[in-house]
Nanobody
Framework: VQLVESGGGLVQAGGSRRLSCAAS?????MAWYRQAPGKQRELVAA???????NYAESVKGRFTISRDNAKNTVYLQMNSLKPEDTAVYYC????????????????WGQGTQVTVSS
């Protein structure tokens, strides 16, 4: 399984950015994680192969995860960005349970940096 993220960059607070993750090697539930300097990696959003989603409280109402199964690509639309959203964003393949808990498999992309300036 290979995951390749793209779409990171510098954006002003209040702005928007869309991240993409192109997957190859299988169809999985997918998730976006992020890791800010000095902090642990945290789950941002997850989506099943059928489109069921789950979000971290900190991004609800601002971020939207979606997928195009024909292209085997997952997206993260980020709106109303805040400086605290600054992090390296990683794509992951795993399993999103009906309980809402997400179990990451050992498949990660290389990460894409998102920097939000104030």
């Amino acid at each position: 399984v290979q995951l390749v993220e793209s779409g990171g960059g510098l954006v002003q607070a209040g702005g928007s950015r869309r991240l993409s993750c192109a997957a190859s090697g299988g169809t999985f539930d997918m998730a976006w994680y992020r890791q800010a300097p000095g902090k642990q990696r945290e789950l941002v959003a997850a989506i099943t192969s059928g489109g069921r989603t789950n979000y971290a409280e900190s991004v609800k109402g601002r971020f939207t995860i979606s997928r195009d199964n024909a292209k085997n690509t997952v997206y993260l639309q980020m709106n109303s960005l805040k400086p605290e959203d600054t992090a390296v964003y990683y794509c992951n393949a795993g399993d999103l349970a009906y309980s809402g808990s997400y179990h990451p498999y050992a498949y990660w992309g290389q990460g894409t940096q998102v920097t939000v300036s104030s």
